[in-house]
């Protein structure tokens, strides 16, 4: 009996031995593991998009172990970031900042004005009639100016205006609230005013739909007006929400040549890789929406165009300052409510159970 015993406890003492070795073995190995940041040590900032609910989930140990730039996906939006005249509220933006600090990561900020979530009270005076120019350019310098400066220092690049350009073949600017009540004259402020209120940050200027030709003329028309205006602009911001069917390889190069004419820095900023053929308009459901399911094709679909464009960006490493792209895993994606609202996407390189992907080790063997 007694010798039972003995053996039972030298056997449990090897178990949780040999356990601890294990486990130990593989936590360093994850540690240990090279993240995306790492593969691309020498030739951009790797970042991604994120919330502060993300960041209290174990997502964010991934984000730490993968990137080393983050941008807020929300956070520093007019609507959120100052939601009163007298309003602001900091909270999100800060504990991202905080994080951003506490691990060593670059911070990217989005966005000083944008036609979307912008707060309803900017355009209104205190009897709901609409501004003028000049009030609505003063809410924009104050604006600028506050948000700008508390974050000197921390955020090294700016998303200034983003997406002020129009999809539409026939219209130069997006006819937007801002474009309405201040013509096309808030635009260079924004970036003025930024300038001033943080000198060392990097201005860029962001859009979507780039690779189109027409829409990326217009883009490049506008910042070569600024650049020849003197108007402090430092690069721009490609979008790159992206999907299986485009870009092709031959449209991505154009576009990175086009804009590295420019002159100016170039970040992709927002990308990701839809598994569906691209749409760029939302809409209801349509037959054959239902079948979500991420099959083999998609993934081989996906990691074919991923592949494709790290190729490119690393081909523009000159000029490419940065890749970041829009959320973090397969778990959650704007693009599951776009275009198709509940249509599940998997435009990111780590699935849902935070793994990397086929597409992950397509982008980091070269
Ligand atoms: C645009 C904006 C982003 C984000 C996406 C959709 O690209 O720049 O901030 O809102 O749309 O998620």
Known sequence: MKYLSHVIAILLVVTISLSCVAYRGRSAALQEAPGLKDYYRDYFPIGVAVSTRTLHTEE??????????VTPENAMKMGVIHPGEQQYNWREA??????????????????????????????????????SKDVLLQRLKEHITTVVKRYKGIVYAWDVANEVISDRKDEFYRNSLW?????????????QWAHEADP??????????EINTVKREKIIRMLNSLISKGVPVHGVG????????????????????????????????????????????????????????????????????????????????????????????DRYSWLDNFPVRGRKDYPLLFDKALQPKKAFWAVVKF
């Open 60 to 69: 964010a140990g991934l984000v730490i172990r993968q990137f080393n730039s």
């Open 94 to 131: 800060d504990s991202i900042a905080a994080f951003a600090r506490r691990n060593g990561m670059k911070l990217r900020g989005h966005t000083l004005v944008w036609h979307n979530q912008a707060p309803g009270w900017i355009f209104k005076d205190a009897n709901g009639q609409q501004v």
């Open 179 to 191: 474009y309405q009540i201040c013509g096309d004259e808030y635009i260079e402020k924004a970036f």
């Open 200 to 209: 060392d940050a990097l201005l860029f200027y962001n859009d979507y739909n």
């Open 238 to 329: 490609l979008q790159a929400h992206w999907a299986v069917n485009e870009p092709s390889a031959a449209q991505l190069d154009k576009t990175m040549a086009d804009f590295a004419k420019l002159g100016l820095k170039i970040q992709i900023t927002e990308l990701d890789v839809s598994v569906y053929r691209k749409e760029h308009e939302m809409r209801g459901w349509a037959t054959g929406d239902s079948a979500m399911a991420f099959t083999a094709e998609k993934e081989q679909l996906q990691l074919e165009q991923f592949r494709r464009c790290f190729e490119s960006f690393r081909k523009y490493r000159s000029v490419l300052t940065g890749v970041t792209f829009w959320n973090i895993s």
